[in-house]
């Protein structure tokens, strides 16, 4: 069975911090697709990122970058020099090659005070 | 590119009464699509794969007479609460997946309708 852990249930900094966002997964697959998503207050799915898993290279998107360690089954997200607007609820999610579910984990609950 | 849509975007009934929620795949082919459900600060719970021109197949404790999904077209998917009661209320969301995806299992989400049961 797959599963998603995000540790973190809420999390608050001041705006310009910078801000790490904990994923851990477990799967039995050798294959498999790992993904962010920000739900705003309105409710909307957000696509962040999607990971393969036989890709181990770290990604930065402008103030975020995501850090994939297959040997701690990690995937976190960070945020840096944090503004109001990454208040959200952010999801990380896994599914595998020939399983189209998303399993997805509980979410963090990000605000950021101006 | 890969825009989903639903329909309505929110529905306020009364207990007893049907509710249809529309999933449309606008720019795109979509032969699976998933419905999640979303109670307030919680996660998004799978409730059913939809398939185009198949049943759809629901998770374990998903009732399939409650929740009816048709899946007729490779761009709509239906999801009807059938004798909405209040314990219904809540945050309905789909996806879809693009056929020219790949093996990505990337998955395309509508923007959620909010279902309140009176």
């Known amino acids: 069975a797959q599963k998603v852990t995000q540790a973190q249930t809420e999390i608050s900094v001041v705006e310009k911090e910078d801000v790490t966002l904990d994923c851990v997964y477990e799967?039995?697959?050798?294959?498999?697709?790992l993904f962010w998503y920000k739900q705003p207050p309105s409710g909307e799915l957000v696509f962040l990122i999607r990971?393969?898993?036989?890709?181990?290279q770290n990604e930065i998107s402008g103030r975020y970058s995501w850090n994939f360690q297959k040997s701690t089954s990690s995937f976190n997200f960070t945020i840096t020099a944090s503004q109001v607007v990454d208040s959200a609820v952010y999801f990380c999610?896994?599914?595998?090659?020939?399983?189209?579910?998303?399993?997805f984990g509980t979410g963090t609950r990000l605000t950021i005070i101006p | 590119g890969a825009v989903v849509s639903q329909h309505p975007s929110w529905v306020i009934c009364k207990s007893g009464t049907s509710v249809k929620i529309e999933c449309r795949s606008l720019?795109?082919?979509?032969?699976?699509m998933f419905w999640y459900r979303q109670f307030p600060k919680q996660s998004l719970m799978l409730m059913a794969t939809?398939?185009?021109?198949?049943?759809?197949?629901?998770e374990q404790g998903v009732e399939k007479d409650k929740f009816l999904i048709n899946h007729a077209s490779l761009t709509l998917s239906t999801l009807t609460v059938t004798s909405a009661h209040p314990e219904d209320s809540s945050f309905y969301i789909c996806s879809a997946r693009d056929m020219a995806s790949g093996s990505y299992n990337e998955q395309f989400f509508g923007p959620g309708t909010r279902l309140t049961v009176l």
């Open positions: 799967t039995r697959d050798t294959t498999y697709y």
């Open positions: 939809s398939n185009e021109g198949s049943k759809a197949t629901y």
């Open positions: 999610a896994l599914s595998s090659l020939g399983n189209e579910k998303l399993t």
């Open positions: 720019d795109f082919q979509a032969t699976t």
């Open positions: 990971r393969n898993s036989f890709d181990e």
